[in-house]
């Protein structure tokens, strides 16, 4: 069987039955099992068997379950709640402050958590009642927490980042390392947008009447909900930037850390523990079975030698080297749109990095360019995860639209500083060529 034939009818297994409804977990390893059985008879089926315990053994993917724990002990914890009542005191009073400061409360979560949905549906709890009450207006208000939101998959500690590290043969260190700035740059973005659409349109962003706002000397009191938060990202980050531990020794004292964080602040009960212990299960169940079945497809994909027919046609876009980038970039927004970024990740990896990197490109920049695309697709529709979470817990006269028009200006931030990661590479790679060597 030609490889065309073959990339034809896996992808179009893949697209009917992700089309149809079926989980991603099922519909990856489904194909992957019936396409070895029929293309090398049973006997290949010890492929699924030895892909599987590979990846389940892999020290790397220890850490995913750490730093879930760390996130959902932190969540617990109620240092979102704190976070956002510091950030509240100290920005409320300018105009579009309490925007500004849910997209850096989310930026701060963002470092302790790893994945998107949690400062989501915090800060859409949390933030949004807040300032829909102060007569925000409700696309800034919703836009705000879904792109800060997005952020969770690429400033480290990423999961995505940890699982992409595992199957584009990548440091994990290098990976967290060029996902602090681009993430740094594109929160710096949003709020720049939220600070001059205020200053344009005031009455869309009124700033907090003077009431309620504290004198300083309380305000800088409610800097101390910072603290351990902040001392426990420096802790893991630096650890991993200085060398002195491994990303999964560094999610170890991340999730020791939180332990100590709910201590002190008191809120460390055994149903913070149980409930935490309960989330971390299940997120980190759901992932590791993604990676258990996209494993075995992408052994079944590299197998067939169909990754050199991808690699033809890519070679084949007009505009050299820099047109296949720019191609991979396009075929990720359109795959963000459809699928699940695990989903895109499994697939896209065994055929676009192999490329990438043949042409000169540095995988490390080509994989925060693939997050910041993912990070897109948590906000476009018609799949975007952050826009479904939102609807989950918005007033209900905000309707689908409303958060479809709220991302828009957001989305199209994203776009422009993906642009400017491509244009200066070293936004991603200054720091990981600093502090962990070329």
């Known amino acids: 069987m030609s490889p065309e ?29 019936v396409f070895t059985y029929f293309l090398w008879g049973h006997e290949a089926l010890y492929m699924v068997a030895t892909r599987t315990f590979t990846s389940a053994t892999s020290y790397v993917l220890l850490a995913i379950p750490m730093f879930i724990f760390m996130g959902n002990m932190l969540l617990k914890s109620g240092i979102a709640d704190d976070l956002y009542r ?21 930026t701060i979560f963002a470092a302790m958590v790893g994945v998107s949905g949690a400062a989501t549906v915090t800060m859409g709890l949390i933030a949004l009642p807040s300032m829909l009450k102060r007569n925000y207006d409700k696309s800034i208000a919703v836009g705000c927490i879904a792109a800060g939101g997005a952020l969770g998959i ?24 060029g996902g602090v700035f681009s993430g740094l740059l594109l929160s710096f973005l949003f709020c720049i947008y939220i600070g001059v659409r205020s200053l ?20 800088f009191a409610l800097l101390r909900s910072v603290i351990l938060p902040i001392l426990l990202v420096t802790a893991v980050m630096g650890s991993i930037f200085a060398g002195a531990a491994t990303p999964t020794e560094a999610s170890g004292v991340g999730a020791l850390g939180s332990i100590i964080c709910a201590l002190v602040y008191r809120r460390l009960t055994w149903q913070n523990l149980r409930e935490t212990c309960y989330s971390t299960l299940q997120l980190s169940c759901m992932v590791m079975w993604i990676i258990f079945a996209a494993s075995c497809f992408t052994a079944l994909y590299t197998a067939t030698d169909a990754p050199q027919l991808a690699e033809a046609l890519l070679m084949a876009v007009p505009g050299g080297r820099w047109g296949t980038i720019v191609a991979t970039q396009v075929i990720f927004l359109i795959l963000g749109m459809l699928l699940d970024p695990l989903g895109i990740m499994m697939i896209c990896t065994p055929i676009f990095f192999p490329i990438v990197v043949s042409l000169g490109f540095d995988p490390v920049w080509f994989g925060v360019l693939f997050v910041i695309n993912m990070e897109m697709g948590f906000l476009t529709p018609p799949f975007g995860f ?5 609807k989950a817990i918005v007033p209900k006269d905000i309707t689908m639209g409303d958060i479809y028009r709220s991302i828009i200006p957001f989305v199209i931030l994203q776009g422009f500083g993906l642009v400017l990661c491509m244009i200066f590479p070293q936004i991603i790679l200054w720091l990981p060529n600093l502090v962990l060597g070329y």
């Open 86 to 106: 510091m950030m509240y005191h100290w920005l409320g009073r300018l105009r579009g402050g309490l925007a500004m400061g849910t997209v850096g409360v989310c």
């Open 386 to 390: 952050n826009l479904f979470y939102l």
């Open 154 to 177: 690429l400033i480290p500690p990423s999961v995505l980042m940890i699982a992409l590290a595992l199957f584009a043969n990548i440091s994990v260190g290098r990976l967290f390392a």
């Open 200 to 219: 344009w349109q005031p009455r869309l962003c009124p700033p907090v009447p003077p009431e309620e706002r504290l004198p300083l000397r309380k305000k």
């Open 5 to 33: 034939l073959i990339t034809g009818l896996l992808f179009g297994s893949l697209i009917l039955f992700l089309v149809l409804g079926l989980p991603l977990v099922f519909v990856l390893g489904g194909v992957a099992v």
